[in-house]
């Protein structure tokens, strides 16, 4: 199983202001991805990238940008963040031809006020 | 574009009752299906999956799926709730020609009451 973790797990912010949610994983997985989840509703998938230097836009439009410089390393940012852009971000990674299966972390719990 | 179905938003049982949670796809073409669990307070955890081979998959602490391909299809049961199995269940399915993507549905939250 993999370890992969989120900081923080809460935040709670004021509009306008620039946020980097920090998600790493140790287990060398190729694949990590990020995905937004409201209250009742599915996981949206908005960046996911197939290895470092690597990063691509999911299904859901999202104003957030995320980089990938190193295997293990994945954050996401948002410039100026929104009362819109409250939710739970959801990081997950994967290792090339494993059928798919992601491990998660335990999420950011983002509130802009 | 593939999408996923789970019929029970909310399923209340009291321990030892059985428990069936319903999951339907809609793409059409060769699949990987997975049920992952999330306890209150905790992240995402994969419970069980199927790839191919015997349709009746085993997961952990006794859950097991059944993949109906006919009916698209991929239920969650478990003979025997217990308190502890409290917690939000999510049905994926990841198509077979998609190197990156789980389609989730909505979950399903399930209480079982002492």
């Known amino acids: 199983e993999a370890d992969i973790y989120q900081t923080p797990r809460y935040l709670v912010i004021g509009t306008g202001k620039k946020i980097t949610l920090e998600c790493s994983q140790t287990?060398?997985?190729?694949?990590m991805y990020w995905y937004q989840q409201d209250p009742g509703m599915e996981l949206h998938l908005i960046h996911y990238s197939y290895g470092v230097n690597s990063t691509e836009k999911g299904d859901l439009s999202s104003e957030s940008t995320v980089s990938r410089i190193r295997t293990e390393h994945f954050p996401l940012t948002l410039e100026s963040a929104r009362p819109s852009h409250t939710s739970q971000y959801l990081c997950a990674s994967g290792q090339r031809g494993t059928k798919n299966i992601q491990y998660f972390g335990a999420g950011t719990r983002l509130s802009v006020l | 574009a593939q999408s996923v179905s789970q019929h029970n938003h909310h399923v209340i049982l009291s321990e030892a009752a059985s428990l069936e949670l319903g999951c339907n796809y809609s793409?059409?073409?060769?699949?990987?299906l997975f049920w992952y669990v999330q306890y209150p307070g905790q992240h995402l955890q994969l419970l069980l999956k199927?790839?191919?081979?015997?349709?009746l998959v085993k997961g952990i602490k006794g859950f097991e799926a059944e993949f109906i391909k006919s009916k698209f299809s991929f239920n969650l049961r478990k003979p025997s709730v217990q308190w502890s199995d409290t917690a939000e269940y999510f049905c994926a399915v990841n198509s077979g020609g998609s190197n990156y993507k789980l389609t989730f549905g909505k979950g399903t939250l399930l209480t079982v009451n002492p």
């Open positions: 199927y790839f191919s081979g015997d349709p």
């Open positions: 287990m060398g997985h190729d694949k």
């Open positions: 793409y059409g073409g060769t699949v990987n």
